[in-house]
Every structure is written in structure tokens, then in C-alpha cells.
């Protein structure tokens, strides 16, 4: 017997060990429909009929669908399996692959619903309407976008079975003032930073859970030196407080940003602690 609920969220992610922070994003800012949604990810790999299957055994009403580069072709192929066997199921799409240029995708025209940009405020909005009506008039919906302080923040959501398992992605920060034209963070007007202490304090619980890889996901780390310094400071107090029991982190970073006091301060690290993505 499955398990009943109104609302999927999924995504198909490269590896086991990844985890969709957006889903759990989703989630959280739910408000009283989130104890009606379950998470349910899969893995580059797994056929469509077998995704489809574990998505019906919660019988939902809603699915919603986070498209990415990686996975786009599969998530296609789901969809056009869940419309077939499941046509009653209503489908809506978010993420960076479906969010630009939509109308030419084979699986936004298979889709009943499009999330364009930022979700937690426009799927919960979206999902008051499709459950309490009245219907949504518009397909493609520009997704709204709320100061940082009203979002929910997702750590909560990250299962026992996540922290013993998969990667823990964290951010301090959301967009990216660069104009890179190979990136799609480049539509981003600039960054945005989460408040800084109620996100270490984050940081703190999910240490205290057991979380001992932390992978930022923020488009530029050393944007706000302040920040990052206090950040980096973090994670410098674990490491003398247990260094039999280290943590490591990786940051996204900009190579030509790099003052003497943050430079000073990675140097502290021992080896290996800490990763850097830079371009």
C-alpha cells in the first residue's frame, strides 16, 4: 500500500548522493499544505516507468517537477509516461532548464503548469488555487520573488537518512551580480544574503545533527568579505574545538576577490578542509 498525499515533490538528481535543496525549499514555504507533500528523488538512470510508479504510490493530486540541464531528457520521459497512465495528475514544472525561453520544450507543452524563476511563494499560491480554487487562469506563471526574510528556511527538511548519506547543500546567499553569457545566473539583477546569524545558527544545527560536509551552492562566496570571514570562522571553531572529527566545505569564488584578511584566514585550514570552485 502506498502512502496518500496531495502533493509530490521530485526531481531526478545526477547522483545518490546529491540532495535537491530547491525541493525542500518548496516545501518548507508550503505553509499549511506542507503536510501534504512528500519529497520523492530519484537518480540519473532509473527508467521512467519505475519513477512514475513511486510517484503514483502516493496517489497525489500535484507534481511538482524541478528541471535541470542534467536531467531534462529524463524528466521528459517521465512526463510523458505520468500523462499516459496518470493524465488526472496535475504536473508543474520549475527550474533553471524550463524557467527561460519555455514555449519551444516539448516537456513544458506535455505539462499543465510552469513555475518560471523564484517558487516558494508562486507553488504555494499555485497549490491553494488547484486544491481550493478558484483554477489557475495562466499556464506559465512568472514565479514572485520575496525578500529573503519572509522565505522559510529548508534545514529541517533534511532527513536523518540525508545526513548519513548524501551531500548537504547550504546558502548564504541567493543570485549573482556577474554577466557572465554562458551562465544563466546572469539574469540575476544582483546577490541577495540570508541574514547572517540565523544562518549560522542554521549551520549549527545541522553540525550538531552530525552534517560535517557542508556544499554552499552560492553563486560567489566571497562577495561580502564580512560574511564570509564570519562563515569561515565557523567552520575554523569546529576544527579546534574536534579535530579528530573534521568538517569540510566547498564554496563557489571569484579569483580576483580575494583581500589579504580573507587569504589570512583560509590559510588557517588545515589541508584538505576546505574546496574551492573558481571562475
Given at each position: 500500500?502506498?502512502?496518500?498525499?496531495?502533493?509530490?515533490?521530485?526531481?531526478?538528481?545526477?547522483?545518490?548522493?546529491?540532495?535537491?535543496?530547491?525541493?525542500?525549499?518548496?516545501?518548507?514555504?508550503?505553509?499549511?499544505?506542507?503536510?501534504?507533500?512528500?519529497?520523492?528523488?530519484?537518480?540519473?538512470?532509473?527508467?521512467?516507468?519505475?519513477?512514475?510508479?513511486?510517484?503514483?504510490?502516493?496517489?497525489?493530486?500535484?507534481?511538482?517537477?524541478?528541471?535541470?540541464?542534467?536531467?531534462?531528457?529524463?524528466?521528459?520521459?517521465?512526463?510523458?509516461?505520468?500523462?499516459?497512465?496518470?493524465?488526472?495528475?496535475?504536473?508543474?514544472?520549475?527550474?533553471?532548464?524550463?524557467?527561460?525561453?519555455?514555449?519551444?520544450?516539448?516537456?513544458?507543452?506535455?505539462?499543465?503548469?510552469?513555475?518560471?524563476?523564484?517558487?516558494?511563494?508562486?507553488?504555494?499560491?499555485?497549490?491553494?488555487?488547484?486544491?481550493?480554487?478558484?483554477?489557475?487562469?495562466?499556464?506559465?506563471?512568472?514565479?514572485?520573488?520575496?525578500?529573503?526574510?519572509?522565505?522559510?528556511?529548508?534545514?529541517?527538511?533534511?532527513?536523518?537518512?540525508?545526513?548519513?548519506?548524501?551531500?548537504?547543500?547550504?546558502?548564504?546567499?541567493?543570485?549573482?551580480?556577474?554577466?557572465?553569457?554562458?551562465?544563466?545566473?546572469?539574469?540575476?539583477?544582483?546577490?541577495?544574503?540570508?541574514?547572517?546569524?540565523?544562518?549560522?545558527?542554521?549551520?549549527?544545527?545541522?553540525?550538531?545533527?552530525?552534517?560535517?560536509?557542508?556544499?554552499?551552492?552560492?553563486?560567489?562566496?566571497?562577495?561580502?568579505?564580512?560574511?564570509?570571514?564570519?562563515?569561515?570562522?565557523?567552520?575554523?571553531?569546529?576544527?579546534?574545538?574536534?579535530?579528530?572529527?573534521?568538517?569540510?566545505?566547498?564554496?563557489?569564488?571569484?579569483?580576483?576577490?580575494?583581500?589579504?584578511?580573507?587569504?589570512?584566514?583560509?590559510?588557517q585550514f588545515p589541508a584538505g578542509s576546505l574546496q574551492f570552485e573558481i571562475g
Amino acid at each position: 500500500m502506498g502512502i496518500t498525499t496531495d502533493i509530490v515533490l521530485s526531481t531526478i538528481n545526477a547522483r545518490f548522493a546529491h540532495s535537491a535543496l530547491g525541493l525542500r525549499y518548496l516545501k518548507a514555504n508550503l505553509g499549511e499544505f506542507a503536510p501534504q507533500c512528500e519529497i520523492v528523488e530519484f537518480v540519473l538512470g532509473q527508467s521512467p516507468a519505475e519513477m512514475a510508479e513511486q510517484i503514483l504510490a502516493h496517489k497525489p493530486k500535484i507534481l511538482g517537477l524541478s528541471v535541470y540541464i542534467w536531467n531534462i531528457h529524463e524528466s521528459t520521459a517521465l512526463v510523458q509516461v505520468l500523462k499516459q497512465v496518470a493524465p488526472e495528475l496535475v504536473i508543474v514544472l520549475g527550474g533553471p532548464e524550463v524557467s527561460h525561453e519555455p514555449l519551444e520544450q516539448t516537456i513544458v507543452k506535455k505539462a499543465d503548469y510552469l513555475i518560471t524563476g523564484w517558487g516558494e511563494v508562486s507553488f504555494r499560491e499555485l497549490v491553494r488555487a488547484l486544491l481550493l480554487g478558484p483554477q489557475p487562469l495562466m499556464k506559465i506563471i512568472p514565479g514572485k520573488q520575496p525578500p529573503l526574510s519572509e522565505i522559510e528556511r529548508p534545514y529541517l527538511l533534511y532527513s536523518e537518512a540525508d545526513i548519513r548519506h548524501r551531500l548537504i547543500y547550504v546558502e548564504a546567499s541567493r543570485g549573482c551580480p556577474f554577466k557572465c553569457e554562458f551562465c544563466l545566473s546572469s539574469l540575476d539583477k544582483t546577490a541577495w544574503p540570508f541574514d547572517t546569524e540565523l544562518f549560522l545558527q542554521d549551520l549549527e544545527h545541522l553540525y550538531q545533527r552530525g552534517v560535517r560536509t557542508f556544499k554552499f551552492i552560492d553563486r560567489t562566496f566571497n562577495l561580502n568579505i564580512k560574511v564570509s570571514l564570519k562563515i569561515l570562522q565557523f567552520f575554523l571553531d569546529k576544527l579546534a574545538a574536534s579535530p579528530d572529527d573534521p568538517v569540510f566545505a566547498h564554496f563557489e569564488v571569484v579569483p580576483d576577490h580575494l583581500p589579504e584578511a580573507l587569504k589570512q584566514a583560509i590559510q588557517q585550514f588545515p589541508a584538505g578542509s576546505l574546496q574551492f570552485e573558481i571562475g
